[in-house]
Structure formats: structure tokens, C-alpha cells
């Protein structure tokens, strides 16, 4: 993952980062986020201005849609953008093409972002609390999901035809030689800094967008020399995925292959509340670094909301979009320790497992861990 960062910066700098909170718990997490990065700024001697933003539901409360185009253009011009969550049953009688989650594919197409990279990590405190069996995970899991993020069925042309019986819906699968080579070279580069391993899903033996997929990757991974690739069909890896994690580096799979993968991946790591992603575009261009999770409304305002995936994700913004390398292993290495002296969010809490009660926390109690140890 080092690969993909520029050179650290030594002098002191300012950096620019739009700030979405967004809907549900995203407020409360972001707020955790903003203490943990301002603490790392100081601890470095760099210099974060924060520009608040709206989308999701809490722009369609104050503007009518769900990406106001002031909320764009902020993101255009900052070093990075850091999101919360959007959505909820409060929007839930909004057109399709006003719905909260609209704005995360306008942000996304917006700021040019083609790849999502999802590590998927099962931390050694949180073992016990992955669906698969002690014998598959205790050589650990550590992949890196890097999904294909603008291109394919969630963006190609679709449309219904016909009526009544014969009324016919349809999504288009494509992609461009161009796509399909600066994914792949993005996960190539990735792997050079982790195991040296890259596993690229597809389906080329039904799909011919597969094929070109598959055919291009060889293609980037011949100057790559030191990268072994492996292809798998979606649905081995699916199978994989639970069968032999602990052998996974990097993942690289096209736009709804790797939402559903990356999802799967989430959960044989034990929680979805710990876990960060990245999304970028060309070098220059802004990243955007959310939480997997979803906004979570049923426990909004209660304390209960998880921090650390907003947490980690900071640390990916760190890695990725400003450059202060050490900063985000710092706060990697602050949530390991976290855990490892059990400090746990009730949803880090199995069903009948035993936690001294004291070492339960909130959401301010968690980010106060968190600084603690920075």
C-alpha cells in the first residue's frame, strides 16, 4: 500500500479537507475523525483546514437534491474529502434519482474516483468474532479489495422495454481496455508494497466484458514481473473468499463484483464497524475516505455509533492524499492497541461472550482510547 503514496513531506503544511458528516451516526463518527486528525496534525506539524459540507438526506433537508453542486465544487478543490454516512428511512419516499446514496455516485464521478481499495483486516483482540473457523483464520487475514469504481453494470446503459407480461428490464456490463488498465495497474503497484500477490475475479467464461477485463490484466501484470497473478470466476472466489482468506493479498475485480466481495470480506473479519476504505482517482485529483458501514439511523444520537472505521479512515487519508505516512500507521498502531487491551463498541461484542463492563465504551469513550495511545 506504500506504493501508491508520494514521498513524505518533511516541512510543515496545510492541507485542505471537505468534510461530509452526512445523515444518521455520520455526525457522531466524523466528529471522532476530525478529533483524531487534528491530534496527528499537531503530533506532526501540519496545519488541517476543514470545510463542512452537505449531501445525502441532510442536503435533500436543505437544498432539494441530494449533491448540491456548492458541495461539489468544495470537494473539487480540497486535498481531500472525508464522509460520514448518508441515507435512512426519512428518504425513503424520495424519487430513485434523488435518493440519499445519489450523492455518493455523484462524488465519485464528480472527483474521477475509478478505484475503492477496502482493506479487509481481522485484527488479532477481534479473532473470536469471525463466522469462520479458528483452523481458517489464525494465520490472519489481510486483503486488499481494490474494486473498479465508475465503470461497468453501475454505470452502463440501462432501461426497460415492453409492457405488462413482456415489460423487460435491462443493465449493460462494459468496459474499456483504458478501465480495466488503470485498476489493474493501481492493484499491481499495491501488491509490490504488500505480498506480491494479485488475485483478479471475473467472469470470462460467460461474459466477454470478462474477457477484455481478463486479457488486459495479463497485459499490465507482464510489467509487473515480480507480482504473481491468479485469475478466479466470481463465484470461486465467493468460495475462496471463506475457504482460504489467510492467502489473499489483493484483490482487484470489477465495480459489482467487488461491492458484493468486499461486503463478504467485511463480515469474515468479525465486525463491519472497523472497517475504512479509499477512493481513488488520478494523483492530483482529491480522494475520498469513508466507513463501509451505512449510517446506522436506529442508534443515531444514542453514543453507541462504532468510531474506528471513520477512525482508520482518516489514516488511509493520511497515507494516500497528504502524504504523512507515519501519521497513519500511527493511528493504525493506536486502534490495534485499542483492541488489544480490550476495549470494546457493543457492536464489537459477540452474543454470550463475557466483557468487563468497564471496558465497555461509547463512541467519545472509544475516540478517547484512541488519543490516549497517540
Not at 448518508?86 to 424519487?95: E, I, R
Not at 482493506?119 to 469471525?130: D, E, V
Amino acid at each position: 500500500m506504500e506504493h501508491l503514496q508520494q514521498e513524505n513531506f518533511s516541512k510543515k503544511r496545510t492541507y485542505e479537507i471537505a468534510v461530509i458528516p452526512g445523515d444518521g451516526i455520520g455526525p457522531e463518527i466524523i466528529d471522532s475523525a476530525r478529533s483524531i486528525m487534528r491530534q496527528v496534525a499537531a503530533n506532526y506539524n501540519f496545519d488541517v483546514i476543514e470545510k463542512q459540507c452537505l449531501a445525502g438526506g441532510a442536503a435533500i433537508d436543505e437544498f432539494g437534491v441530494p449533491l448540491p453542486e456548492v458541495t461539489l465544487k468544495t470537494c473539487q478543490s480540497a486535498d481531500a474529502v472525508l464522509l460520514g454516512a448518508v441515507g435512512g428511512p426519512k428518504w425513503d419516499h424520495v424519487p430513485t434519482e434523488q435518493r440519499p446514496e445519489k450523492a455518493l455516485l455523484g462524488l465519485r464521478k464528480g472527483l474521477g474516483l475509478y478505484a475503492n481499495l477496502r482493506p479487509a483486516k481481522l485484527y488479532p483482540a477481534l479473532s473470536a468474532a469471525s463466522p469462520l473457523h479458528p483452523t481458517i483464520v489464525k494465520d490472519g487475514i489481510d486483503i486488499l479489495f481494490v474494486r473498479e469504481l465508475i465503470g461497468g453494470i453501475y454505470f452502463g446503459e440501462r432501461g426497460r422495454s415492453g409492457s405488462g407480461s413482456t415489460l423487460r428490464g435491462y443493465d449493460t456490463e462494459s468496459y474499456s481496455v483504458a478501465e480495466v488498465e488503470r485498476i489493474a495497474r493501481m492493484a499491481f503497484i499495491a501488491a509490490e508494497g504488500r505480498k506480491k500477490h494479485v488475485i483478479s475475479v471475473d467472469k470470462a467464461n460467460v461474459l466477454e466484458s470478462s474477457r477484455v477485463w481478463r486479457e488486459t490484466v495479463e497485459k499490465i501484470a507482464a510489467n509487473h514481473p515480480a507480482v504473481t497473478l491468479e485469475h478466479l470466476y466470481v463465484d470461486n472466489a465467493a468460495m475462496q473468499l471463506v475457504k482460504r482468506p489467510s492467502t489473499m493479498d489483493v484483490v482487484v475485480t470489477t465495480n459489482m463484483f467487488g461491492d458484493i466481495l468486499s461486503d463478504e470480506a467485511a463480515m469474515i473479519t468479525g465486525s463491519i464497524g472497523i472497517l475504512p476504505s479509499a477512493s481513488l482517482g488520478e494523483p492530483d485529483k482529491p480522494g475520498m475516505y469513508e466507513p463501509i458501514h451505512g449510517s446506522a439511523p436506529d442508534i443515531a444520537g444514542t453514543g453507541q455509533a462504532n468510531p474506528l472505521a471513520t477512525i482508520l479512515s482518516v489514516a488511509l487519508m493520511l497515507r494516500y492524499s497528504l502524504h504523512q505516512s507515519e501519521a497513519a500507521k500511527d493511528i493504525e498502531k493506536a486502534v490495534d492497541q485499542v483492541l488489544s487491551e480490550g476495549w470494546r463498541s457493543r457492536d464489537l461484542i459477540l452474543p454470550n461472550q463475557t466483557v468487563d463492563p468497564d471496558k465497555i465504551v461509547d463512541c467519545d469513550g472509544m475516540t478517547e482510547k484512541v488519543l490516549a495511545c497517540l
